[in-house]
């Protein structure tokens, strides 16, 4: 059964870096059969897709363009895990963070996390 | 990017209620339609996945159609648990975008 469990700080400042982690359980990060995914959710953009990472091969990550310049999505194997790191944040950053593990058959998000609620300010 | 639109944005049902939402997408996803479930203060959950394949443990009151650009989500009986926010998502091509939500309030 897979599980994701997120973790990371609540409160993060203007022009810091928001850093979340993913942990996986019932899966591997590694699998040639999921993607893994970071979703943001608030009330003015609703869910917003932010990008995700997967292994084929070799690592391959993909991110929105609207946030494509501030953002890392990577893979840390050793422990199983994935993180998102966002940069330059502002106000318009605060959300609900979640992780998703997505089914490369028809890239449905069939786990998610818990989510996180991250709030940008001073 | 494929914009989704949801319809309606909210909606008044009883328990035992016929409910339909639909989803349009801005061009054509094939099959590529993921229906899901949130719960006020919860993670969405996947309910329905390549437009109308149920996911594994979502009761078999849900069903969902279509194909091309125009999607339907039907609850055939309402129960209590069911009145939440659902959401389609198409995953044709990145961004995978939402819909903006149909949220289902009790009559």
């Known amino acids: 059964q897979v599980q994701l469990q997120q973790s990371g700080p609540g409160l993060v400042k203007p022009s810091q870096t928001l850093s979340l982690t993913c942990a996986i359980s019932?899966?591997?990060?590694?699998?040639?059969?999921?993607?893994w995914n970071w979703i943001r959710q608030s009330p003015s953009r609703g869910l917003e897709w932010l990008g995700k990472?997967?292994?084929?091969?070799?690592?391959?990550?993909d991110y929105a363009v609207s946030v494509k310049s501030r953002i890392t999505i990577k893979a840390d194997t050793s422990k199983n895990q994935f993180f998102l790191q966002l940069k330059s944040v502002t106000p318009e950053d605060t959300a609900v963070y979640y992780c998703?593990?997505?089914?490369?058959?028809?890239?449905?998000?069939?786990?998610w996390g818990q989510g996180t609620l991250v709030t940008v300010s001073s | 990017d494929i914009q989704m639109t949801q319809s309606p944005s909210s909606q008044s049902a009883s328990v035992g209620d016929r409910v339909t939402i639909t989803c349009r997408a801005s061009?054509?996803?094939?099959?590529?339609l993921n229906w899901y479930q949130q719960a006020p203060g919860k993670a969405p959950r996947l309910l329905i996945k390549?437009?109308?394949s149920l996911q594994s443990g979502v009761p078999s009151r849900f069903s969902g159609s279509g194909s091309g650009t125009d999607f339907t989500l039907t609850i055939s009986s309402l129960q209590p648990e069911d009145f939440a926010t659902y959401y389609c998502?198409?995953?044709?091509?990145?961004?995978?975008?939402f819909g903006q939500g149909t949220k289902l309030e009790i009559k």
């Open positions: 998703a593990r997505e089914d490369v058959d028809w890239s449905d998000l069939s786990h």
């Open positions: 998502q198409q995953s044709y091509s990145t961004p995978h975008t």
């Open positions: 019932g899966d591997s990060v590694s699998s040639n059969s999921a993607a």
């Open positions: 990472t997967y292994y084929g091969s070799n690592w391959h990550s």
């Open positions: 061009q054509t996803i094939n099959r590529y």
């Open positions: 390549a437009a109308s």
